[in-house]
Structures are given as structure tokens and as C-alpha cells.
């Protein structure tokens, strides 16, 4: 869960990449040679870039594992919560200034503060319900046009098989009446079926 980074969460990140910075300032190329005056010159250019890049790494690491202090610590909650915490009370400033004269009046009575702090969390809390409840109309609404659509698609597949049955019935019944069919043949053919006495009379 990512957090507002409240003064003290800020003063503290600047200090540290101040430090940082400070620490890491690289030297001039010109201060680099001269601490390789045993080394061949030609060397001293890709060595430079070497010991910057070095830098760069310390940085980039140093950085990233005060991150890591923020989130493992829980720095940030516990940092904001001092911030509300010395609100407040009033005190407007840092350390030592703070005690020596830079404490606010108390412009809002503690309990006025909380109020507002919960309240504030509560509408971010309602502003999330109602940005789900969207979400979930939308996916609702979006379910039911795909069940209509496909409710559409299998009544119109019952449709065409029950057009297709009943075509195929009246193709069946043809069928049966040609096999039932009473055969006839032409006159003087001599084909005429055999009946019961004997053979037919010439």
C-alpha cells in the first residue's frame, strides 16, 4: 500500500540524498590523474570511467535500499503520524527550532484534528467503494449484454435445427411414399405382379 509522504518522510529523503550526493561527488579528471601518477596515461581516461560508474552504482544501490528501510520500517505511516501528531499540538516545526520559539499556536483543538483525519479517511475510503461499485456495474452490465447475446445466438440455433427437422421430416415422408409407392408397369409389358392363383393367363 503506497502512503502520502508527509514533511518529515520528505526532510528525511532529502537529507539522505543530500549526504548522499555529498559523499559520492565525484573528483575532476584532473584530480583522478594525478593520484595515478605510477600509471600509464593511456589508462587513466577508462579508469576515470570505471570509478564513475563505480559511483553511479553506490548511488543507484544506496538508494534503492533506502527504499527497502522505508517499506520494511514502515516509515512513512509512522513518520505521517508524528506530522499529525505535532499538528495537533500546534508545533510547526522540526527539532530543535521547534523548542526554541517555533511552535504555532494551537490553531485547532486535538480532537477537532482526529475528527478531520478520520473523517478525510473516510470519504478516500467512500471514493474507493464507489470507484468498485463502477467497476462492478460496468462488469455486470457488460455480463448481461454477453448473456443476451449469446441467449440470441442459441434461439436462433434452435430455430434453424428445428427448420432443419422438419425439412428433413418432409424429405423422409417423400422418401417413404416413393418406397411404398405401388409399382406400375405398361401395358402389354407382360411385368404385371403375380397373383395368388398361379401365373397370369396369356
Known amino acids: 500500500m503506497d502512503f502520502f509522504e508527509g514533511k518529515r518522510v520528505r526532510e528525511l529523503r532529502n537529507t539522505f540524498e543530500d549526504a548522499l550526493d555529498a559523499s559520492l561527488e565525484p573528483q575532476s579528471m ?11 596515461a593511456e589508462m587513466h581516461e577508462p ?3 570505471l570509478y ?34 505535532c499538528e495537533a499540538r500546534g508545533i510547526m516545526g522540526f527539532g530543535a ?6 511552535v504555532a499556536p494551537l490553531t485547532r483543538p486535538p480532537d477537532a484534528v482526529m475528527r478531520a483525519l478520520r473523517a478525510d479517511l473516510k470519504r478516500k475510503e467512500a471514493d474507493k467503494l464507489r470507484a468498485k461499485m463502477v467497476e462492478a456495474e460496468a462488469a455486470a452490465a457488460a ?3 454477453n448473456l443476451h447475446e449469446k441467449s440470441a445466438a442459441a434461439k436462433k440455433m434452435a430455430n434453424d435445427l428445428r ?19 405401388a409399382p406400375t408397369f405398361p401395358a402389354g409389358s407382360g411385368m404385371a405382379p403375380a397373383t395368388a392363383g398361379g401365373p397370369a393367363a396369356a
Open 52 to 85: 564513475c560508474q563505480l559511483l553511479q552504482g553506490i548511488s543507484t544501490f544506496s538508494l534503492d535500499e533506502f527504499e527497502s528501510i522505508l517499506k520494511e520500517e514502515a516509515l512513512v505511516p509512522r513518520l505521517n503520524a508524528v506530522d499529525q501528531a
Open 30 to 40: 584532473q584530480e583522478f590523474s594525478a593520484a595515478l601518477s605510477g600509471v600509464d
Open 163 to 181: 427448420t432443419g427437422a422438419a425439412e428433413l421430416r418432409g424429405v423422409n415422408e417423400s422418401v417413404q411414399e416413393w418406397v411404398n409407392r
Open 47 to 49: 579508469l576515470y570511467d
Open 97 to 102: 527550532s521547534a523548542a526554541n520559539g517555533s
Open 143 to 145: 455480463a448481461k449484454k
